[in-house]
C-alpha cells in the first residue's frame, strides 16, 4: 500500500493542506480504492514552500489542490496497476 502524507502543520494548513487531502481521498475513491492511505503529518521543516506532500518517499513543496491529479497519474498510479 503506497502512503501520502500531507503536512497539516500550521503553515500548510492556512494555505490548503485540507483541500489537498480531500483532493487525493477523492481521487483514491475514484481510481484505486484501498490502495493509497493518505495521513497528516506536522511539519516537515519546508514551511516556506508552502503545503508539502511526500509521496514514496519524495518531497513535493507548494502543492496545490490543482496539482493534486498530476501528482497522483504520475508518482501514485503506476504503482498501483
Do not use: N, W
Not at 475513491?29 to 503545503?51: D, I, N, Y
Amino acid at each position: 500500500m503506497i502512503e501520502v502524507e500531507v503536512c497539516v502543520g500550521s503553515s500548510c494548513f492556512l494555505r490548503g493542506s485540507e483541500d489537498v487531502v480531500r483532493a487525493f481521498q477523492a481521487l483514491i475513491e475514484e481510481k484505486c480504492p484501498g490502495c493509497v492511505v493518505v495521513k497528516g503529518s506536522f511539519c516537515m521543516g519546508r514551511c516556506t514552500g508552502g503545503v508539502t506532500v511526500k509521496i514514496r518517499d519524495e518531497y513535493f513543496s507548494g502543492v496545490r489542490q490543482a496539482d493534486v491529479p498530476r501528482l497522483f497519474d504520475k508518482y501514485i498510479l503506476p504503482h498501483v496497476r
